[in-house]
Nanobody, 126 residues
Framework: QVQLVESGGGLVQAGGSLRLSCVASGGTFSTFAMGWFRQADGKEREFVAAMRWSGSSTYYADSVKGRFTISRDYAKNTVWLQMNSLKPEDTAVYYC???????????????????WGQGTQVTVSS
């Protein structure tokens, strides 16, 4: 069974950049998609970015489009989230997630991802 471990979170000033990584162990044979979600204090978990494990299709929340970039490395079984021009409202715990098994149409739906990492804290100061 695939397991995910995020890293790269930390404290950064507004306008700065941060790069998150998510390493998948246990094989990616059945992986259809990888995604990034975040949850701020007092708020629901929300979609940030996602992509198919095999292919070039990417998806972004409107709030991060143009600032964040999702990418992957097959050999390293790793997905990254490059975050630029960070804003205080980006502060949250960021989670990577994997959709294992069958394909999905709605890449932005948290319930459709069945494997989650432990989360990494991102704090953006003003």
């Amino acid at each position: 069974q695939v397991q995910l471990v995020e890293s790269g979170g930390g404290l950064v000033q507004a306008g700065g950049s941060l790069r998150l990584s998510c390493v998948a162990s246990g094989g990616t044979f059945s992986t259809f998609a990888m995604g990034w979600f975040r949850q701020a204090d007092g708020k629901e978990r929300e979609f940030v970015a996602a992509m198919r494990w095999s292919g070039s299709s990417t998806y972004y929340a409107d709030s991060v489009k143009g600032r964040f970039t999702i990418s992957r490395d097959y050999a390293k079984n790793t997905v990254w989230l490059q975050m630029n021009s960070l804003k205080p409202e980006d502060t949250a715990v960021y989670y990577c997630a994997a959709r294992n098994g069958g394909p999905i149409v709605n890449m932005r739906s948290p319930p459709l991802y069945n494997t989650w990492g432990q989360g990494t804290q991102v704090t953006v100061s003003s």
